[in-house]
């Protein structure tokens, strides 16, 4: 059943008490973070600086440094196995700092030491409030680079946050939360995008269009993975019809060509990977403690390659500067193909799978789909928190739900659930998840709100099974109960609810698995027929459902996140996944033996706990009505 006016009472304590408790919440908010622990910087952040003109140029050459103050979210106490080690005896702060300093300030150096060398660094948000807090001569090389016009500070996100898998609501405010960052700062912020994992979602062109960004960043390998390396050869320049001012470059694909007036021009990437393993010793990167530190040989080696390519004819330019003199030489962006939401690395990863089901190497700590179902829990407290208080004239409460959606946001953050997260990165966002419900509680007892009910849902079983619903539970070694219920819905006709519940297995986690058997006991996997050929769903970022055909993909398999947790399994039928209840990605296959399948697997089921998962199967309505179900379950 869903959460009734008098459930939300109970579990929100809205507009329900009063006195000690609600004077409580109200000093909790007082205390609760706030954007005016950010320093201020002693003059506003300029403007954009107007890219430089570098159309005369026929070598540019481009480099992209990624940044991630969360590499090793929660800290290194503890890693790997819980002793101590003292190489990796970091706290969090400790290793954030570690990557300031021995990462990101010596790339800062570099630039600053050769003015004509040029860059983008992406970076989220919070790793330039870390460092307006903690390393204020780091700042002020920052500002000095931005001033020059040399580094586009690109950022397009808050948290280092999974944000493909989210709403779009999620991405907003995590970007209003990145402009008041570094607003404060002083550092204006960069005209491209390039995000955490090499995140793209065609949803995000007309969101970054909006707040002045010019170039998104598409990494090759994600698209060569759709679509091959024939296109990717073809062009590197790309535009949505719907967002003509927007443009998309592959990144780290070399081209070299003619432009509009037959003349030779070329566009080289000199660097597009994780800063912090840039010019590390031995590329180490921050996992490996005391031992990750910078090797002033790499610098060396790198700035003398720099140097050479000057010496070529190369002329060093930003992304943004590179794509305003393609454009202008006369090389026309293609039309942008169907780009299903992905990571930069999806051979490796099945796209977004290794977050959302995919096991590590530490798979009995990750836990993806219940660790994915307590964050979805934190964003949609903070959201809730964030509509009741809309329109409320109280700056406490309103600063309230910007901490709460501040937590959300870190919780978000992707290496809690991928590659090889260990368990402080998974403890970070459960914590993270549970300081959002508590300080959004917070606001609504402060304020004495009121989150709006959401009607009951009334399901039993009515005799169907799995197979008359076209679906199949695989969890053999794990023996779940799986009941089906009818559900009542005034806009569904036919409407059924799949729970399946496993129990738990063992009273502790080893580090790693004892026996195959144990590891076949993570593994639970739910399968859905479906047509096979076209689908829809609602992709990221998007408000609408919009439909794709699999035979324009040339990909074995693909892991799609479902934000929305809707996909169409055939004519007018539809299945849901509850993001609260626990959330993996959709696996889809142009497979001829699996082709009419579509799975959702987890590989890292905890053995120590009780695991349920929900799936509700619609049937007999259309895209407009499903999508409004699965919003109303998934808000």
Wanted: aromatic share 8%; charged share 25%.
């Amino acid at each position: 059943m869903r959460i009734t006016s008098a459930a939300a009472c109970a579990v929100l304590l809205a507009a329900c008490g009063g006195g000690e408790e609600d004077d409580a919440a109200c000093q909790r908010l007082d205390e609760a973070w706030h954007l005016d622990s950010i320093p201020l910087a002693a003059a506003p952040a300029p403007s954009r600086p107007e890219p430089a003109d570098v159309s005369s140029a026929s070598k540019l050459a481009v480099a992209v440094y990624h940044f991630n103050v969360q590499y090793v979210a929660g800290g290194l106490k503890g890693f790997p196995d819980g002793t101590y080690v003292p190489e990796y005896d970091l706290d969090e702060a400790q290793v954030e700092d570690r990557i300031v300093q021995e990462g990101l300030r010596p790339v800062l150096d570099l630039f600053l030491a050769h003015p004509s060398f040029k860059a983008d660094i992406e970076l989220q948000a919070y790793m330039l409030e870390i460092i307006a807090q903690r390393h204020p001569e780091v700042l002020e090389k920052m500002r000095t680079l931005a001033t020059r016009g040399q580094i586009d500070f690109a950022s397009f996100h808050y948290s280092d946050q999974l944000y493909v898998a989210y709403p779009r609501r999620d991405l907003e405010v995590s970007l209003d939360l990145t402009k008041a960052v570094f607003d404060r700062a002083g550092i204006p912020l960069g005209r491209s995008i390039f995000t955490q994992e090499g995140q793209f979602a065609a949803g995000q062109l007309a969101i970054a269009d909006g707040r002045g960004y010019e170039v998104s960043i598409l990494p090759k390998n994600l698209f060569r993975y759709q679509f091959g390396d024939a296109p990717a050869q073809a062009s590197v320049l790309y535009r949505d019809p719907a967002v003509p001012d927007h443009t998309v470059i592959l990144g780290a694909q070399g081209w070299s060509g003619t432009d509009g007036q037959g003349q030779p021009l070329e566009v080289r990437w000199t660097f597009m990977d994780d800063g912090e393993i840039a010019f590390s010793e031995g590329e180490l990167n921050p996992y490996f403690g005391l031992d990750y530190v910078v090797d002033p040989d790499a610098i060396a080696a790198h700035v003398a390659e720099l140097e050479a390519m000057e010496a070529d004819g190369y002329v060093h330019a930003t992304v943004a500067e590179a794509v305003r003199a393609m454009k202008a030489r006369g090389v026309t962006p293609a039309p942008l193909p169907p780009v299903l939401d992905g990571t930069w690395q999806p051979s490796n990863t099945g796209n977004v799978f290794r977050w959302m089901g995919g096991g590590g190497l530490f798979r009995t700590q990750e836990s993806d789909g219940d660790t994915l179902a307590a964050i979805w829990r934190g964003r949609a407290a903070a959201a809730a928190a964030q509509s009741a208080a809309e329109g409320v004239a109280d700056e406490r409460l309103q600063a309230g739900v910007m901490a709460a959606w501040r937590e959300a946001l870190l919780a978000e953050v992707s290496d809690s659930t991928g590659w090889n997260p260990f368990v402080n990165e998974v403890r970070y966002s459960r914590e993270r998840a549970a300081a959002a419900e508590a300080i959004a509680q917070d606001v609504l007892l402060c304020g004495a709100l009121a989150v709006p009910a959401l009607a009951s849902l009334e399901c039993a079983a009515d005799g169907t099974t799995l197979a008359d619903l076209g679906a199949e539970v695989l969890a053999e070694a794990r023996g779940p109960e799986v009941v089906v219920e009818r559900c009542t819905d005034p806009e569904i006709p036919a409407l059924h609810r799949i729970v399946v519940r496993a129990d738990e297995v063992a009273e502790v986690e080893e580090l790693f698995d004892p026996s195959e058997q144990a590891t076949l006991q993570r593994e639970l996997e739910v399968r859905f027929a479906w047509e096979g050929e076209t689908f829809t769903l609602i992709e990221a970022l998007r408000d609408a459902p919009v439909s794709h055909t699999l035979g324009d993909y040339v990909f074995e398999w693909i892991g799609i996140p479902l934000p929305e947790g809707l996909l169409s399994l055939g004519a007018d039928r539809w299945v849901v996944q509850d993001h609260a209840t626990g959330r993996v990605a959709a696996r889809v296959t142009t497979s001829s033996t699996a082709r009419d399948q579509v799975s959702f697997l987890d590989m890292t089921v905890a053995r120590s706990a009780p695991a349920e998962r929900h799936f509700y199967v619609l049937e007999g309505v259309g895209p407009v009505e499903a999508a409004a179900f699965a919003r109303r379950m998934n808000r």
